[in-house]
Structure formats: structure tokens, C-alpha cells
């Protein structure tokens, strides 16, 4: 029997479009031999709604998602929205939905696939036996704190209740449970009391509810140098919620691209929100050259995720790891190739139908 589910497609700015629309195309490609049927909604969020109607996240598209089993979303942003004097941006709209749908928790893998490790600006050897799971908390921090902006004095909150550390714990920990055991949970506890609290409730809850994972306290600082030091010694690391986007940033140059990221930012439920970690790259955008791979991983952890359709997801990822192994580059991966790798340099579109095409082999 066929299932079908209902995806919201929001393309933004940017490339965001471009990668969204190849994303689509795979997720196309490969319904039919899994029995999977989608239904396909696209709507307006970031600057391009703020272009059609003053505000970022248009009624009609939180009413959407809010429908929706899953979203998928490519960038928003850019340099046209980023007067600092401009009463609504952008991100506003990504923010608001996340807290909209409740997604607390932004799950970020950080996987190296063999055929890129000279893509990265690390050394190889250091990246020997990297996989990495970053748990982001993405409704709550510094991001969502009382705050006011004035013309000579502007603050922002760090504020963290008990149950927002406890839940997104939780998630971190059952997914160190199905992976290699071991949690590091980052903070700033040498100088935040929000930081001093949130290291009392994680170590209370792992003592209490997952004495079988290993648990580990970093500072921020530090993380941020273990890990282009030492990355493979990490398994999965959770974060509040501005800690955990400057380190997804970091992390992502252990693949090698901002380009090969992809995250999903979950609640409760199943429905989940689904985009790469990299922005809208403007300078870029409208050339079909954006690496849509960040986004068609997103996909695979959508059909994981909110769908439980596993075997479909893995289908996805391997239809990755074969285009890379046949030398497919998008430009960002390609400027760092190795002098003995033969690559073939494609745009988005090429890239996207090499994918296609490897979902057919086995
Ligand atoms: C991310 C982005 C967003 C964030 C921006 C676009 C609001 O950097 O998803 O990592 O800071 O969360
Ligand atoms: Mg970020």
C-alpha cells in the first residue's frame, strides 16, 4: 500500500529555491519504488514573503505547516533584508516557526564521507573516524530572551527554565543510547548561571534516566577547539541554543562544505522541520551552482525522521556517497579537490540528476 504524506515546501531566498526544487525532484525520483506518495505544497517564508507581504512568516504559511507531516526548507535571508534599521527580517520568520511548531530540538550529524575528507581544510588523519551528532536546543536561549534594542543600549537574554534543558536532554541522550554511548554537553559554566544550570540538570537527568550513557561537560571555548583538534573522539554533543549554531558552523568544515549539512529540528510529534545548515548564499544565487546535496541529506532525514521510512532515507544517502565516489562536484567542493582525485565539476541541476540516477543502483 502506498503512503502518502504531506510536505510543505518552503524555497526562501537565495539559493534556497534552487536546492529546494532539486530536493524535490529526488524525493520524486525515489517514491515510487518505496511505494511512497508526496503531495507537494509550496509557500512563502523569509524575505521573499516579507517582498509579497510585510511579514516574514505569513499567516497562510504557518497555517500550512502546521498541516503539514513534514517541512522542507532551503535558506532565507540576504543582503536585501539586512539594513539593521528594517522593522522585520528575515530570520524572524525561521525563528518564529520553529517556536511555532515547538521544535526544540535540531538534530545536526556531521558525517564525513570518504571521497571529501581532502575537501576539508583539516588534515585528513584528523578526520579519521569523525561522525558526530550535534543536538542544538532551537526554541529557547539567548535567541527567545526578554531583550530590547534602543538607539544607545540594546540587551539580549540567556534564559533556560528546568524542563527546556530536561527535554532536549533527553533527546540528545536517546540518541548517544543508539550510537556510541557518549554525551558532551557544552555550556559556559566558568562564567553563565544559566550555563551553571543547565550543567546541574543534564548531569541530574543522565544520573537519573541514562546512567548507561557516558556524560561529559565541556565550556564552549574549549569545544570550539577540541573540535578541529580532536573530532573524532566526540559522539553526540548537545547545546543551547547559540552555542550550538556558531559549533554547527565549525563542525561543518569537518565535511568539508557548509554544503553537506543537513538538519532536522523536532518536537513532540512527528512533524518535523527539515533545511540545511547553510544560509542563502547570495553571492551565488540564480547561477545553479549551490551544492543541493545539504538539502536532498535534509530530505533523507525527513523520510527517517517524521516518516520512519528508513530504508528509503538510506537509499537517499547512498544515492550521495556514489555521486561523490564518481566524482561529482558542485564548485564549493570542487576549489579544494586533491591534485589526484578526478573530479567532474557540475551545477545544481547536474548534481541533482547524477543523484537521481544513482538511487537506481545498487
Ligand atoms: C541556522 C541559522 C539561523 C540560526 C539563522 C538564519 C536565523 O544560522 O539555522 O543555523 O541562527 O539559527
Ligand atoms: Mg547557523
Known amino acids: 500500500m502506498t503512503s502518502t504524506y504531506h510536505i510543505v515546501l518552503l524555497p526562501g531566498d537565495g539559493i534556497g529555491p534552487e536546492v529546494v526544487a532539486g530536493t524535490r525532484r529526488v524525493l520524486e525520483e525515489l517514491a515510487p519504488a518505496f511505494e511512497l506518495a508526496f503531495r507537494f505544497e509550496t509557500h512563502l517564508m523569509g524575505g ?35 539594513d539593521p534599521n528594517a522593522p522585520v527580517r528575515p530570520e524572524q520568520g525561521l525563528l518564529a516557526l520553529r517556536k511555532e511548531l515547538g521544535l526544540y530540538a535540531n538534530l545536526r550529524p556531521v558525517r564525513i564521507f570518504p571521497q571529501l575528507r581532502n575537501a576539508s581544510s583539516l588534515k585528513p588523519e584528523v578526520l579519521e573516524g ?56 557544552v555550556d559556559k559554566a566558568n562564567v553563565l548561571g544559566v550555563s551553571r544550570l543547565w550543567r546541574r540538570v543534564t548531569t541530574e537527568v543522565m544520573a537519573n534516566e541514562f546512567p548507561d550513557v557516558t556524560l561529559e561537560h565541556q565550556l564552549v571555548d574549549a569545544m570550539a577547539m577540541h573540535l578541529i583538534r580532536r573530532p573524532a573522539d566526540f559522539d553526540v554533543i548537545v547545546s543551547g541554543n547559540l552555542f550550538g549554531d556558531i559549533l554547527t558552523d565549525e563542525a561543518a568544515m569537518l565535511a568539508g562544505s557548509m554544503g553537506m549539512l543537513p538538519s532536522a529540528s523536532l518536537g513532540e510529534g512527528t512533524r518535523g522541520l527539515y533545511e540545511p545548515i547553510h544560509g ?16 536532498i541529506l535534509s ?41 589526484d582525485q578526478t573530479v567532474e565539476v557540475v551545477g545544481t541541476e547536474a548534481m541533482v540528476s547524477v543523484v537521481c540516477d544513482f538511487l537506481h543502483t545498487d
Open 130 to 185: 569523525v561522525d558526530l551528532l550535534v543536538v542544538r536546543e532551537l526554541t529557547g536561549g539567548i535567541y527567545f530572551g526578554p531583550r530590547e534594542e534602543g538607539p544607545d543600549r540594546s540587551y539580549d537574554t540567556m534564559l533556560y527554565t528546568r524542563p527546556e534543558i530536561e527535554r532536549v536532554v533527553r533527546v540528545a541522550a536517546r540518541a548517544a543510547r543508539r550510537r556510541r554511548k557518549h554525551l558532551t554537553s
Open 280 to 295: 542563502s548564499a547570495p553571492d551565488i544565487a540564480g547561477q545553479g551552482i549551490a551544492n543541493p546535496l545539504a538539502t
Open 48 to 82: 521573499c514573503a516579507i517582498d509579497a507581504s510585510g511579514r516574514p512568516l505569513p499567516e497562510e504559511t504557518l497555517a500550512a505547516c502546521k498541516q503539514a507531516d513534514a517541512v522542507l526548507l532551503g535558506a532565507v535571508g540576504g543582503p536585501k533584508w539586512s
Open 299 to 339: 530530505a533523507a532525514m525527513m523520510l527517517r525522521h517524521s516518516f520512519a521510512q528508513e530504508a528509503a532515507a538510506q537509499a537517499i544517502e547512498d544515492a550521495v556517497a556514489r555521486a561523490l565516489a564518481a566524482g561529482y562536484r558542485t564548485p564549493d567542493l570542487a576549489a579544494v579537490a586533491a591534485a
